[in-house]
């Protein structure tokens, strides 16, 4: 593992994928967790976790 890596973890630091799962966890049915699905599809839902 990488030093820089180590701090991300440290510092709580999220992969995309971590802050994908997250945003879908949210949901509270499944038209709104398929109709964020499809924002992560498009691309609408960026690295830093902001949705255009």
């Known amino acids: 593992m990488k030093f820089t890596d ?7 630091a ?3 994928q971590s802050r ?3 945003y879908l966890e949210q949901s509270v049915s ?3 967790l398929e109709r ?3 924002e992560i599809d498009r691309g609408l839902f960026d ?3 902001r949705i255009y």
Request: aromatic residues 4%; glycine residues 10%.
């Open 6 to 12: 180590k701090l991300r973890t440290a510092f709580g």
């Open 14 to 16: 999220q992969n995309r």
């Open 20 to 22: 994908e799962r997250r």
């Open 30 to 32: 499944i038209s709104d």
């Open 36 to 38: 964020r699905q499809r």
């Open 47 to 49: 690295a830093s976790g």
